[in-house]
């Protein structure tokens, strides 16, 4: 069977990297890797700067999702798996241009510690009411997908969406409350609104279930002692490029090519004829794992309406700025990993990073690395911006924001790194659910074609690794399937 993958992103590598397995281990598979771009990596891309790792995509995946760790100890890599430093995690929100920590028992947006949430500056009196009586919500039947925002601003009110939901899911993924759904950024919270009316109720049976487990199988003896908690993210010790190239160096160089965008796909019987600057090829399966955009677009000539469903899956663009600084130079930075920034607080910034806080080990002693984060649904024009202006927003912003004591007069960066992102973070909006519906049926209706990449069941590194394997795994047993009934 003759596969092409379309983009080289962590989905459309991981795809390759199961192809090159199954062939080594002997099914009649045979695949190409088209990119348009000179690299491969996608989103992931890192470099190392007299000593200091700056990530210019993502910086770490989440632990809890294994797919990506077990993917970096196949490949070797698992001696680089770095965990994030959590003894000194906190994250502050700015407040009318103030830090306020997030406050102690917060979980998925969800306040669960009585003092904490009583005695933090965060939200006002009024919501700090709201937060208690929410604990008397009755039980809500399921009424159909709505937004992050509504179902945050129906149990904790507005504030809450302000200083809570929208700069969490602003800062991290670039995206906008108002637009996010629910039912698929947050279905553990959905479920427990069903089940328990409250969501902090909700949340509290079910930290208590899971201290409850951990204590059983400690009594049982199963784990020796209570598991330890883990980290929430990992990182590689030389940055995400190390991922990108360990994959690479599995893979054929002759099944790769690079700066060759797909320009069309079209069927020919049973077969996909896959145009690029340099011809046509035709392949038995495409798995495509290109942005869903891009997929639309050159799904038209085959199934306009699969191709309508791919296209309206909203995309965000961001920037990362990397900043480089003699540590010896600054004030004294406030504890932990940084900071989000609500978008009432009317600035360029959506969330800060302290580099050398978050991950030990990957900035050499005396250096601080900042990590700014732009852009977002809501400030994509900044994209347009040239990178000294962007710079010079930046370092006014962390300069207003952090104090001119830290960032002293004269103190100049000793390294910027700008990157551009443009529309590469999938949006999972209201209806997104329904739309995968859809979009599975037609494509069950296509032979030999997968998709794969963040647009459709995760946004994150696991999740794009999780469904390039699989869509390879589903496509080499298919072949080996086909190959034994030929004899
Ligand atoms: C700034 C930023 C920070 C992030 N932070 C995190 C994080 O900390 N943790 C986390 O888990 N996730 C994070 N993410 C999300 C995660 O990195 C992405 O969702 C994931 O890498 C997407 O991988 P992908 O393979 O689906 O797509 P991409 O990486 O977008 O790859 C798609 C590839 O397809 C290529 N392509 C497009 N059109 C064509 C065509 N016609 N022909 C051939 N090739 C084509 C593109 O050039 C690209 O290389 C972040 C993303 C960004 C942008």
Redesign the pocket.
Known sequence: MRIAI???????LAAAYELEKARAAGAPVKYTL????HR?????ASETVDGAVLEQ??????TEKPAAAELCRELGLGDQLLPSNDANRKTYILVRNRLVALPDGLMFLVPTKLIPTALTPLFSLRTKVRMALELLHPPRPSQGDESVAALVERHYGAEAVDRLADPLLSGI?GGDSVQLSARTVLPRLVEMEQKYGSLTRGMLAAHNKMRAMARTSAQQGKAGKPAAPRHIFTALRGGMQQLVDALVARLDPAAIRLA????SLRRNGESWVVETASGREEYDAVIA???AW?VGA?LKPVDAQLADELTAIPYSS?I?INLVYDEARLGQLPEGFGFLVPVSEGRSMLACTFVHRKFLGRTPPGKAVFRA?LGGMKRDFLLGESDEALVATVRREMREILGAQVFKPGVEPEHVQVTR?NR???QYAVGHKERMERIAARVAALPGLRL????YDG????D?IRL?RKAAQELAAASTTLAAQAH
């Open positions: 379309i983009g080289g992103g962590i989905a459309g088209f990119e348009s771009r491969l990596g996608g989103s992931l995509g993502p910086d770490s995946f989440l993924y060759a965008p797909v320009q794992a290109s942005p891009a050159l961001s990362t984060f992102w590469a973070m999938a794969a990449g963040n647009a946004i994150g590194i696991p794009c390039g």
